[in-house]
Structure formats: C-alpha cells, structure tokens
T-cell receptor, first 113, second 115 residues
Framework: EAQVTQNPRYLITVTGKKLTVTCSQNMNHEYMSWYRQDPGLGLRQIYYSMNVEVTDKGDVPEGYKVSRKEKRNFPLILESPSPNQTSLYFC????????????FGDGTRLSIL | GDSVTQMEGPVTLSEEAFLTINCTYTATGYPSLFWYVQYPGEGLQLLLKATKADDKGSNKGFEATYRKETTSFHLEKGSVQVSDSAVYFCALTKNYGGSQGNLIFGKGTKLSVKP
C-alpha cells in the first residue's frame, strides 16, 4: 500500500530536549516536504527536498533542521525545541515538485512544555 | 507574494443542505488550484484540482471552477452528508521563482454536517 509514515504520532516533551520526527514513503517519490498546521494559520511549509541531498527552506524554517540521505526518508529535527513549536506536523511527498496529489502522512502532534 | 484566502469557519449545515466554501487567490501568472480535505485524525487528501482558467474540477459530488476574472475557486456541493464533515483547504502551486511548484494553503474551513 502506498503510504507516508510518520513517527511518533504524538509526543509530549520539554523545552530544549532534542527530538526527531521520522517520515518515510514507499512510493519512490523524489519530492518530500514538511508542514506545520496551527489554528487560524492553516498549513505552512517548513522545509522541502527535491531529491537526495537536496533540501531547501520553506516559509517557516527557523528552529528546524532536515536531512535527506536516502530517497525514502526525510526526518525533521528540532535541536532545541521551544513551546512555540507546539503544533501538528505533516510530512508529504510526490513524484516531483509540483506533481499532484501530494501524499500526506497522518500527522504528528508535538507538545513542547 | 502568492496567497490564498478562504472563508472563515466553522460552517455547520444540516444533511442534504447546499454547501459553498469561498476561496480567492492572489498569484503572479497562472497557478494551478486545488481543494484538499482533512478528515478527523488524518492527513490531507486531494479532493479536486483545476490547472487552467475555466477548468472545473469535480470529485465525490464536489465541484469548483477556476475563475481567472474573479481569481476565485469556490467549492460547492449540492447535498452534503454527515460523512463530509472535515476541514477543507484551498491551495495553489506557485509557478515562478525558486519555490515553483510548492503548495500554498489557505487557513482551512471546518465543516460540520448534522443529521
């Protein structure tokens, strides 16, 4: 089954404790992206990757890092999380940038205390 | 910059009512337009799309027409069901610049349909 898998689905943690949210897709997609969803703000893009070892900033990249060492994986790293990063995060992928639909994971709800 | 504006929610309707969710956009050039739907506890799914002016996207009884003259892409359904309860996002893809092809989303409209 074609899917985008995110882990964990839920996480409560404390300020400053490094965390990684994993994202994996099994569709051999070149393009992957991270979004955060906040009430009243919709979805905003954090980072995206057009292929292995190619990543670029989206609209709200501050406080986040990503890597793309393999085609299927695109982890989101919060080196020193802060409460303003409490949000619902989505990973998405498509064969190439601009292709539709983008396939979304089920989301990761992060709470930073 | 490019942007999408959609009507504030939440929208509450009775089953079989007519639905309209307004969406307007600002973009340079000719973007492609989309409606995505997010059911509770799930990720977003593409509902329908239109890639050029006057195109009509349709799926599952939903329709939207790309209106270049009014820069709009309103979502409509003639008779909603309880199972349509979800959050609906209007979106466009940029077609210029370094981030060409990336999606820009509206803020979302939550729809609740009562039996």
């Amino acid at each position: 089954e074609a899917q985008v898998t995110q882990n964990p689905r839920y996480l409560i943690t404390v300020t400053g404790k490094k965390l990684t949210v994993t994202c994996s897709q099994n569709m051999n997609h070149e393009y992957m992206s991270w979004y955060r969803q906040d009430p009243g703000l919709g979805l905003r893009q954090i980072y995206y990757s057009m292929n292995v070892e190619v990543t670029d900033k989206g609209d709200v990249p501050e406080g986040y890092k990503v890597s793309r060492k393999e085609k299927r994986n695109f982890p989101l790293i919060l080196e020193s999380p802060s409460p303003n990063q409490t949000s619902l995060y989505f990973c998405a992928s498509s064969f190439r940038r601009g292709d539709q639909p983008q396939h979304f994971g089920d989301g990761t709800r992060l709470s930073i205390l | 910059g490019d942007s999408v504006t959609q009507m504030e929610g939440p929208v509450t309707l009775s089953e079989e009512a007519f639905l309209t969710i307004n969406c307007t956009y600002t973009a340079t050039g000719y973007p492609s337009l989309f409606w995505y739907v997010q059911y509770p506890g799930e990720g977003l799914q593409l509902l329908l799309k239109a890639t050029k002016a006057d195109d009509k996207g349709s799926n599952k009884g939903f329709e939207a027409t790309y209106r270049k003259e009014t820069t709009s892409f309103h979502l409509e359904k003639g008779s909603v069901q309880v199972s349509d309860s979800a959050v609906y996002f209007c979106a466009l893809t940029k077609n210029y610049g370094g981030s060409q092809g990336n999606l820009i989303f509206g803020k979302g409209t939550k729809l609740s349909v009562k039996p």
